[in-house]
């Protein structure tokens, strides 16, 4: 009835109209307002805190973490990140005090009155020496983890050794809605939070565990973006807003301005990736291996999950008959990193997608040829040893191909730039994307969907949240055309976790495929639920026939994972993901010779989406996610000051593309259906990143000959890898 189209989104009327409501909108009843006081250092002990005396502290609260009280502790994958610092600060902006004024100006003001005095310790900024280094952050070694796959027998044979050093660096979120978080007393003493952010239950497990009590709910606003940036990051903000509401007994906002979001909030991991290739003279992939380094940051937040992406996904697509790959994530005196979309996968692809390209220039074979000889083929083990079923490689290649034939109908210009010399070119990159969590991941989660029947229409019960990809209109449509009922008779409830039952983050790619599958079984469910009552029938009209004195019509599923899928967490071997997407990108750009600049004329991708529930949403995913990863391949560049500190934190000088640098797109949805996603469905929402940076780099190659193996590839860097023209 309502899966393969495309209905109008459900959220769109109120955010076109202005009726819906960002966590900064709402302004509860007498409402304080709430800043942080942040480290000016990298590493340094904390010798005093003191206001100004002769600042007006009249009618302003401040707080510190001996104010805390439970422990000072942020709940994540691990216990070293502290709600406010306590004696020592290991990161410039590291929270020291919250204030809550009656104004935002009074606390932003108040904020800057208090006088925070330190003694300076070493810092260590950089990743590639932290390992082992004599000052220590985390552990004994500056080591958040370790992986280690090796799979394969060493080839026999003769060939040409490749290796070469590939880098990464920052990237921001940059979601459209900054950081926002209120907390409010409740009557019965809990906290009730409403905020802008991926995973309420992450927010509700950190609050509890603070205020050692189970009276808190936690309710997600409508929520302008995020991109891994409000997965983890809000859970702090959420315990800052919560304490400031404890103290003063009255609601308490604390949204950030930019570039107070720019600087303090997490980042993609920067990664040195060096890769040493054994490859045949007709170019088959015979040895690879790989070493793998991430920067967390001061503290751990998600980076041991982000490493376990990107050494799963570091050899690319191809197929390889001995891999060893080892990663470590180590820690710095630097803002922590964390989720961002893609997850330690686009930085690990950009590394193989160039060194393709290296190997094809050094044993002078065409680069997508070879490309097309070392793609995975159905049957074919991964470095882990899974067995891949139906990849779908060769199929995004050529469909991405015969779309890339027809001619450039729209060129990309700058107003008032006339006479530029410009070279054009070519570049096509491959990539495959694990859906879901990595491993057993699902298996702890346990992640679940209620359904509830009310009236003629039926409530879905999830904590899976909306932050603009299309939850609230692919779930209705899910459970709508299991049910055989129009999906506008479908409906989420609002995500707040006093009422839901916990579905896991929205993060992964899991959101349709994990969350909207478990929609579809609990669907399922409802019907045999009423046909065990009543018997054989339309839902409609069993329902009109459910009597009331049995109770209410309501189910609740949980996610089951497949028995067949075996995962061993110590030695990384066996089915890393559940199913993989795959994705084909070829980008036709201009470079102007003089600038360095580059000019994106037309973007082709081919994804395997598994099947589109909403074909305009899974483009839509598509096109957004590959200008962001365009905007990663040639100009957002963080630019960190001798502290760690974030030096262009304005939307003046952290460049992102904008509607004018927005090239031609032809978007195709490949559908290779995964029978473990409702209707097929696979997740599609990170895959968009990892394949066009390199296609990027490859095209700026063809184009003028220069070679960029260092992203951002902003116009300074091009420029100056150009030959002499």
Not at 270 to 276: C, F, M, S
Request: proline share 7%; with cysteine; glycine share 10%.
């Amino acid at each position: 009835m309502s899966i393969g189209t495309s209905p109008p989104r459900r959220d769109g009327p109120d955010k076109l109209t202005g009726r819906a409501l960002y966590a900064d909108d709402l302004r509860p009843d007498g409402m304080l307002y709430g800043a942080t006081v942040r480290s000016e250092r990298a590493h340094a002990r904390i010798l005093s805190v003191r206001p100004d005396p002769e600042f007006d502290w009249n009618g302003i609260t401040v707080l510190t973490a001996a104010d805390l009280p439970g422990p000072n502790v942020v709940t994540l994958m691990t216990d070293d990140q502290p709600i406010l610092a306590d004696g020592l600060v290991r990161h410039v902006t590291e929270p020291i005090a919250l204030i809550a004024a009656p104004t935002r100006e009074r606390a932003l003001a108040a904020a800057k009155a208090v006088l925070v005095e330190y003694e300076d310790l070493p810092a260590l900024l950089d990743p590639l020496t932290a390992e082992g280094h004599a000052i220590r952050i985390f552990g004994d070694d500056n080591v958040y983890k370790r992986i280690r796959i090796q799979r394969g027998e060493r080839s026999t044979l003769t060939g040409h050794l490749v290796r070469a050093r590939y880098a990464t660096g920052l990237q921001e979120q940059l979601y459209i809605e900054p950081q926002s978080m209120i907390a409010s007393p409740r009557p019965d003493g809990g906290i009730a939070l409403v905020g802008s952010m991926q995973c309420p239950y992450y927010v509700d497990r950190a609050v509890k565990r603070m205020v050692g009590h189970d009276r808190v709910n936690v309710l997600q606003a409508v929520t302008g973006g995020g991109f891994g940036g409000k997965e983890e990051y809000p859970s702090i903000l959420a315990c800052h807003a919560t304490l400031l509401a404890m103290r003063t007994g009255r609601p308490v906002k604390i949204t950030y301005r930019r570039d107070e979001d720019l600087r303090c909030t997490t980042k993609r991991h920067p990664a040195v990736i060096d890769l040493a290739t054994l490859v045949s003279d007709e170019g088959k992939l015979l040895e690879l291996h790989a070493k793998l380094w991430m920067d967390g940051g001061a503290y751990h937040t998600l980076s041991t999950v982000v490493l376990s992406r990107a050494i799963l996904h570091v050899g690319g697509p191809y197929r390889c008959p001995f891999v060893d790959l080892s990663g470590t994530v180590v820690a710095t005196h630097t803002p922590p990193n964390g989720a961002f979309r893609g997850f330690g996968a686009p930085q690990a692809q950009w590394a193989m997608e160039r060194h393709m390209d290296r190997v094809a220039r050094t044993l002078h074979l065409d680069p997508i040829e070879l490309r097309r000889r070392n793609l995975y083929r159905d049957g074919d083990i991964t470095g882990t040893g899974q067995v891949l079923v139906a990849p779908g490689g060769f199929a995004v290649l050529e469909s991405a191909e015969r779309a890339a034939e027809a001619p450039v109908t729209r060129t990309t210009v700058r107003p008032g730039v006339t006479g530029a010399r410009m070279a054009a070119g070519r570049g096509l990159a491959l990539a495959w994307h694990g859906c879901g969590f990595t491993g057993n991941g699902e298996a702890k989660i346990k992640g679940k969907v209620g359904l509830e029947v009310r009236g003629s229409d039926v409530a879905i019960l999830s904590s899976s949240t909306d932050i603009g990809q299309g939850t609230e209109t692919i779930f209705p449509m899910i459970v709508g055309e299991t049910l055989g009922i129009p999906a506008a008779r479908a409906f989420n409830t609002p995500h707040d976790t006093g009422l839901v039952p916990d579905s896991g983050p929205t993060v992964a790619s899991r959101t349709a495929m994990v969350v909207g599958g478990t929609c579809q079984k609990a669907a399922e469910q409802l019907l045999t639920l009423l046909r065990s009552r009543l018997g054989d029938g339309s839902f409609d009209a069993l329902v009109s026939r459910w009597d009331p004195n049995w109770g209410p019509l309501a189910v609740e599923e949980t996610y089951e994972v497949d028995p067949n899928i075996q995962w061993d967490p110590d030695t990384y071997q066996g089915d890393a993901y559940p199913t993989f997407g795959w994705s084909c990108v070829i980008v036709d750009l201009r470079v102007d010779l003089d600038t360095g600049e580059v000019l994106y004329d037309r973007v082709v991708t081919s994804t395997d989406v598994g099947r589109a529930l909403s074909p305009a949403l899974a483009a839509g995913q598509i096109e957004g996610g590959t200008l962001q990863a365009l905007g990663w391949a040639t100009a957002e560049e963080v630019v960190l000051d001798a502290r760690g500190c974030m030096r262009n934190d304005r939307l003046t000088n952290y460049i992102i593309p904008t509607a004018l640098d927005a090239p031609e797109m032809i978007t195709i949805l490949e559908e290779i259906p995964y029978a473990g996603g409702p209707f097929g469905a696979k997740g599609i929402g990170e895959i968009p990143m990892d394949a066009p940076a390199a296609a990027v780099a490859q095209a700026i190659e063809r184009a003028t000959g220069a070679i960029l193996d260092t992203l951002p590839m902003t116009p300074e860097r091009v420029f100056s890898a150009l030959e002499p023209r």
